[in-house]
């Protein structure tokens, strides 16, 4: 593995080299599920795709201190689907869960 600084930037998916270290912390292994994978979702926000499979990976750190390249990748998942609902493509389930916030209601209810 490679070690880098903390102080060092942090990159974008453009930089993924797809070598999968990432998904050790991803739901990929429980499932086998290659669309639910950390690396597709870096795929996907990589090549500016569009998919409601960039919600199913989760967001909690461990594949980006995996990460040998030091991509942000929390921070492009959010971006690509920042793009998607500026483009109006959130998801069904996305614009539920939030108009039901809105209204003051319990949104997994």
């Not at 870096?42 to 795709?49: C, F, G, P, T």
């Not at 967001?59 to 690509?80: H, Q």
Request: proline fraction near 3%; aromatic fraction near 8%; charge should be positive.
């Amino acid at each position: 593995m490679i070690f880098r600084r903390k102080e060092e930037e942090k990159k974008g998916a453009d930089a993924c080299i797809l070598c999968r270290l990432c998904d050790a912390g991803s739901s990929y292994p429980l499932t086998l599920d290659e669309r639910r994978s950390l690396r597709h979702a870096v795929w996907l926000a990589k090549n500016r795709r569009e998919s409601a499979w960039l919600y199913a990976a989760m967001l909690n750190g461990v594949g980006e201190k995996a990460c040998p390249i030091g991509i942000a990748i929390d921070d492009a998942i959010i971006d690509a689907r920042r793009r998607m609902v500026e483009k109006g493509m959130e998801t069904k389930e996305n614009r539920e869960f939030f108009a039901k916030l809105r209204q003051g209601k319990n949104p997994y209810a």
